[in-house]
């Protein structure tokens, strides 16, 4: 069981017993954040990011980490993010694997890895833990929350529950419930590590760790990350040298299948498979229509938060656009004044990742209409 | 390894040697097929149906064999392709496992099966092994070609490689070429087989089979095959009985899962992976730009058929819409009177398996108007 925590991470002990909402507690465990800027003295210029499935707290370069983070060219001097106006805290989820505490994490009861001994986790635990470090640090509401992807469902859930903790909400790409063809998604990956036999039922070690079901699982999500239009103009049907194909008539052969092989290869070692598991069925549950009477909508409108930006790519497949109109609508619903930006981004569920020059411009831009605190 | 013939099939033997595209040839091959309906006496109301992947030549129930065929709807007196007016002729794709030949049925020379040693198959050799059933059954001219997904691919190699093989052309949910999204699609399909230890580099027998692979790979396929949409208001996050669900974290809880389940336990044990195999490669080579100077609408500008129908459903993600209008504005380009129908079905790419009240009107509108031969 590996852990995998950037340098210059700062951790927040999370109370203990730190109870999760679909039973059990932890005892012991810790939230791995990195800060950026400087906290003003009323505390009221305080931004937290909650993050996808798999990053870490590392979402940019600063004195104590200078390797670039996930979300570098949004976050820092003059970004769109600005770290001279905000204070930029970033957690990494309760149930991963990079420096939080999660399955990959000792069990404190027995010193060992809880591997599937750990809780069920919920989107719920995650983003409850991610509120205990925003009052540690002394914040009494965040100017704004921002989350992407999973973070999405994060923030939707810290807002739900945490009512007041942030004034301002930035939800990009995600989504206020699993719907069933994200659940096939995840399901399959979950089966592809569940079925390699080195999974063991979770009781994997660096000899002996599932690789291929962790790569057909990160192929599987690359896929559904990106879009077909995308890979239309970057890979078109081009080939690889015969070199690298060999006489395997099954082997790689054209340029797509090379990137999948590569994306697989850099994340299989460095995500635990155990988390993925976890954070994977977290998504699943995650369904706010729990809280609205069966409807994702009024769950929604039980929000209390000024003002909101939802954004999506009309090419994402895997949180369909669709359901970032619907956190527009089901904010506005609730209160708040929300705008709704549809990208025309090729780049899928991962545009915000990539298409900087879309994504920069509408979040700088709702950020420098926020009221000066 | 095992062959899955319908009762009631017919067989042509294929011309011996029968060479293939990409080198080698095959001796004493066969094309199993079917038919419906009565050869008129000028041999001029002849329909060849083309299949996608996994079908067998069993497309309608007829009086050899009375089970339901695959697209029974479609297909009988008085359905849209109606058998009192058409002879109807169902081809078994070369390199399949049902009744034709392919990876699994015994290579001559070693009365074992192929399984690795068959020659590479290409959509063309699919075809100019259908070619030969139509001559053989005294077929100067179709009528009508019909083919769906692979068949969309199959029925432009026909009609480009033997030219007046047809006087028109209905293509369904087909393209001019694999682009990389399905192309990933299906190398990650052909990953899980073969990285399950029991595919043994294609030597697996019925005791030692690659069971999970084949689930797999069958769940990616029905993932792709549909769409997010149809998932939404059909299993929307609805769950399975919790005794289904069993103490397993990990196992089956929503419906889509289940439904996963059910689509890949009908399919693992009824198709062979070595075929399954062949057949997706041979899809991912398809690439009618080869004929075309490096551009697909120029090598379909050189097919020559006088009326042609293309048909896609908007929410295909494996053979998305924009590639069956590329098929129309090609044949267009090359001279036929075309039209192209993009479907608001919610199914995917498997909607002409589903949507018959949209695709059956459409083809009996496209038959009728064909000119008595």
Request: aromatic letters at 10%.
């Amino acid at each position: 069981m590996t852990e995998f925590i950037p340098e210059g991470s700062r951790f927040h002990a999370l109370s203990s017993p730190f109870p999760m909402k679909r039973g059990g507690q932890l005892h012991g465990a810790r939230i791995a954040y990195e800060t950026w800027g400087t906290l003003a003295a009323d505390a009221g210029n305080a931004i937290l990011i909650v993050t996808g499935l798999s990053p870490d707290a590392h979402a940019a370069s600063h004195a104590g980490n200078p390797a670039p983070g996930w979300w570098e060219p949004m976050l820092g001097p003059g970004k769109p993010i600005d770290t001279e106006r905000w204070f930029v805290v970033c957690v990494n989820s309760l149930g991963s694997c990079k420096g939080s505490t999660g399955p990959a994490s000792p069990d404190p009861a027995s010193g060992q890895p809880y591997r599937l001994s750990f809780p069920e986790l919920s989107v719920e635990d995650i983003a409850n833990a991610a509120a205990e470090v925003v009052r540690a640090l002394g914040i009494g509401q965040l100017a704004c929350l921002i989350g992407n992807s999973m973070g999405g469902m994060t923030a939707l859930a810290l807002l739900l529950h945490h009512p007041g903790i942030a004034r301002a909400h930035i939800n990009i790409s995600g989504s206020a419930q699993a719907l069933p063809f994200s659940i096939a998604i995840r399901s399959l990956q979950r089966e592809a590590i569940r079925l390699d036999p080195a999974w063991n039922d979770g009781t994997y070690d660096e000899a002996h760790y599932p690789e291929s079901g962790m790569r057909m699982a990160r192929k599987l999500g690359v896929i559904t990350y990106r879009s077909a239009l995308e890979w239309d103009g970057r890979f078109g049907r081009v080939r690889l040298d015969s070199e690298q194909n060999g006489d395997d008539p099954f082997g790689l052969e054209f340029q797509v299948e090379s990137y999948l092989e590569g994306h697989a290869r850099r994340f299989v070692r460095n995500f635990d498979p155990n988390c993925y598991l976890y954070l994977g069925r977290a998504m699943d549950w995650f369904d706010l229509a729990e809280y609205g009477g069966g409807e994702a909508i009024a769950g929604l409108a039980k929000i209390r938060v000024q003002r909101a930006l939802a954004i999506g790519a009309n090419t994402d497949i895997l949180f369909p656009v669709e359901q970032q109109q619907q956190i527009a609508d089901g904010l506005r619903a609730g209160g708040a004044q929300t705008q709704f930006i549809g990208m025309d981004s090729p780049q899928g569920h991962d545009a915000f990742l990539v298409d900087y020059d879309r994504y920069g411009p509408a979040v700088r831009g709702f950020l420098d209409t926020l009221p000066p605190h």
